[in-house]
């Protein structure tokens, strides 16, 4: 069994930043592709960005250049530095990794933390 727990949500004025972690625990030889998605009121959800076991990343163009995606493979954690962040931004961000074990790869959600950005 496999977790994924986010953190780091909550209510930011326009500009303002926040950084999300993701932490990954359970049965877990090897993590592949980890990533960042969001859902807004009434839309879909949607990729924010994406980062490989070897560091390589890509972004939604809608976040270029004021987001950020890292990783600690020895921490098993993903994080998202968010800058100047825009009301458009305010979504529910879901943390989503594709974990090997015993020779499956399976992709895994986590809860899901909500990102606020208002005056």
């Known amino acids: 069994q496999v977790q994924l727990v986010e953190s780091g949500g909550g209510l930011v004025q326009p500009g303002g930043s926040l950084k999300l972690s993701c932490a990954a625990s359970?049965?877990?030889?090897?993590?592949?592709?980890m990533g960042w998605y969001r859902q807004a009121p009434g839309k879909e959800r949607e990729l924010v960005a994406r980062?490989?076991?070897?560091?390589?990343?890509n972004y939604a163009d809608s976040v270029k250049g004021r987001f950020t995606i890292a990783r600690d493979n020895a921490k098993n954690t993903v994080y998202l530095q968010m800058n100047s962040l825009k009301p458009e931004d305010t979504a529910v961000y879901y943390c989503n990794a594709y974990i090997v074990y015993r020779g499956l790869q399976i992709a895994y959600w986590g809860q899901g933390t909500r990102v606020t950005v208002s005056s």
């Open positions: 359970g049965n877990i030889l090897r993590i592949n592709d």
């Open positions: 980062i490989t076991s070897a560091h390589s990343t």
